[in-house]
């Protein structure tokens, strides 16, 4: 069984900052991709940073210059830093993985199971 595990969400100011943390743990041989998505109330779920095993990221436009998505490998931790909060990054945030168990194994995929996010004075 794998296992992912958010925290970090909570109420903040516009302007403020959070930082979100997602610990993978169980059986696991690697982890090719880490990443955030955020669903917002009546909108769909949309994919917010993307960080692959060789380095590569990815940013959704409405994110960029403001989050910061990094890893720790030994800890199978991925992080989310959200500097300058605004109104409308207001979500319930998922973090996701695909990881593989075994050295043969496929890769599937992985999610925890949110954490909100409520960005208002």
């Known amino acids: 069984q794998v296992q992912l595990v958010e925290s970090g969400g909570g109420l903040v100011q516009p302007g403020g900052s959070l930082r979100l943390s997602c610990a993978a743990s169980?059986?696991?041989?690697?982890?090719?991709?880490m990443n955030w998505y955020r669903q917002a109330p009546g909108k769909q779920r949309e994919l917010v940073a993307r960080?692959?095993?060789?380095?590569?990221?990815y940013y959704t436009e409405s994110v960029k210059g403001r989050f910061t998505i990094s890893r720790d490998n030994a800890k199978n931790t991925v992080y989310l830093q959200m500097n300058s909060l605004k109104p409308e990054d207001t979500a319930v945030y998922y973090c996701?993985?695909?990881?593989?168990?075994?050295?043969?194994?496929?890769?599937?995929?992985?999610w925890g199971q949110g954490t909100q996010v409520t960005v208002s004075s």
């Open positions: 960080l692959i095993s060789g380095g590569s990221d």
């Open positions: 169980g059986s696991i041989f690697s982890i090719y991709t």
């Open positions: 996701n993985a695909q990881i593989r168990r075994t050295q043969l194994g496929a890769l599937s995929d992985y």
